[in-house]
């Protein structure tokens, strides 16, 4: 059984003061946990330099990206939409880099305004050299391991599309010397949620590929760093983590007399546990005496998909209306409240609903849904039902909180269709 959830960094009387002025589902973050995360990446243990990416994908409302922007974060872009994104909110092309499963159809404009590449396959490296001969570029790996917290967030292996097979060294070194490239970085991402142990031998083979390719000088470690979003889920402990691989990264230079340069990109560890969801308890069911007691939540998988798609578990904290402490604490299951019957916030992987323990809750109170910061907002299926895009709030540090993007007017669902049946 889990034990009983707390807010994190919300009070009461503010959840119950955001829900009366912008009303709910409505997504709230804080800025001054985004920059302590920011803070924990950037002491990332390291031996001669370290740069950090912010998977913006995790979570990219522009707020969100000034503020690592600020903090010196580079960006993590998985896809050319992304690039555009970061640079219409003033990356410098430098700044980003791109690595996609899909090649960019507007690869030349944006690689040449100075984007940074990271090829992802023998296709996108053979493209590179007959668009960008002689230019420098970054090549990510499929180590053969990969980890993640479900299968689905595994990207290692021989399962696994991302990245150039580990065994094909010798082709790929091939197209680099067709095209007199120059690669300055080697990169593996091996999932999301990773066993740290997975990670840290997957680090020995990153530094493998960069003894194949003297002219690399950055070693990208990607991300995947495990947030514990429940009590009883434990956070990656960065220091503990980057101590040995820091070993290794000295060990290289005695062995090579080259300092390379570390580079990370997390999304989740930087922006999971800075957002909450508000939301309120439209209604209370249930099956009689075998079945279970259900409540239904004013937003659904179209503001997190994350228990639908994975069984993932966010924390969920009852808030009462009228202030005070819930009398009791009850077994419930929480649905959203689209017209899917697996729009279920307790399931098991496969979709098997779950009971969870949480304060009793009546019609009209809040329950929170914490650690909602990566992939809730930018990973849902919006617009399923027809419900509106969420609103989303920046506490700012001294505790003002700012709107950042309006709820969806409905008319803005359908504002690209074309009417053309009379
Ligand atoms: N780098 C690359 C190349 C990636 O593909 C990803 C995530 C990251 C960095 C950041 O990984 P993170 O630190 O956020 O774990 N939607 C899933 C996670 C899959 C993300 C895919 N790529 C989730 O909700 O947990």
């Not at 580079?74 to 980003?96: C, Q």
């Not at 209604?283 to 409540?295: A, L, P, Q």
């Not at 098997?352 to 990566?374: F, H, W």
Request: glycine residues 10%; hydrophobic residues 35%; proline residues 4%.
């Amino acid at each position: 059984m889990t034990s009983i959830e707390k807010l994190k960094f919300l009070k009461e009387d503010q959840v119950r003061a955001l829900a009366k002025e912008f009303g709910t589902p409505l997504f709230v973050y804080s800025e001054a946990t985004i920059e302590q995360k920011c803070d924990e990446a950037l002491a990332f243990p390291n031996a001669f330099g370290l740069q950090v990416r912010y998977a913006m994908k995790a979570n990219p409302n522009s707020n969100i990206l000034q503020i690592m922007k600020k903090k010196g974060i580079l960006i993590d872009a998985s896809s050319e939409h992304e690039v555009v994104r970061a640079l219409h909110f003033g990356f410098a092309p430098e700044s980003i880099m791109l690595t996609s499963q899909e090649f960019p159809k507007a690869f030349v404009e944006l690689i040449g305004k100075g984007v940074k590449f990271n090829a992802c396959s023998l296709r996108q490296l053979e493209l590179f050299g007959q668009n960008f001969p002689g230019k420098s570029l970054s090549i990510r790996f499929n180590p053969g391991l990969g980890s993640g917290h479900t299968k689905k967030t595994d990207v290692g292996g021989v399962t696994s599309s991302f990245g150039i097979w580990h065994e094909k060294l010798e082709e790929v070194k091939a197209i680099v010397k067709k095209y007199n490239l120059t690669v300055e970085k080697v990169h593996t991402h091996i999932g999301s949620g990773s066993d740290p142990e997975v990670w840290k031998a997957v680090a020995k083979y990153t530094l493998e590929y960069a003894e194949s390719f003297p002219s690399v000088s950055v070693v990208s470690l990607g991300g995947g760093y495990k947030v514990g979003r429940m009590e009883d889920e434990k956070s990656t402990d960065l220091q503990k983590i980057g101590a040995p691989v820091k070993i290794q990264f000295q060990e290289f230079a005695e062995k090579h007399g080259r300092k390379l340069i570390l580079e990370i990109e997390p999304g989740t560890y930087l922006i999971a546990l800075c957002g909450a969801l508000l939301t309120t308890v439209d209604d209370k069911v249930d099956t009689g005496k075998h079945g279970f007691e259900f409540i239904k939540l004013d937003t659904g998988m179209d503001s997190n998909t994350r228990p639908s798609l994975y069984g993932a578990r966010h924390p969920l904290v009852t808030v009462k209306k009228d202030g005070g402490e819930p009398r009791s604490n009850k077994e419930y299951v929480v649905v959203g409240h689209c017209c899917e019957s697996g729009d279920v916030f307790t399931q098991k992987e496969g979709g098997e609903p779950m009971t969870r323990l949480m304060g009793e809750t009546e019609i009209g109170d809040y329950v929170v849904m914490e650690a909602v910061g990566a992939y809730c907002s930018s990973m849902s299926t919006k617009n399923y039902n027809s419900f509106p895009e969420t609103a989303e709030v920046l506490l700012r540090k001294d505790g003002t909180p700012k709107l950042i993007r309006k709820k969806e007017p409905v008319t803005e669902i359908f504002r690209n269709e074309i009417l053309v049946v009379e």
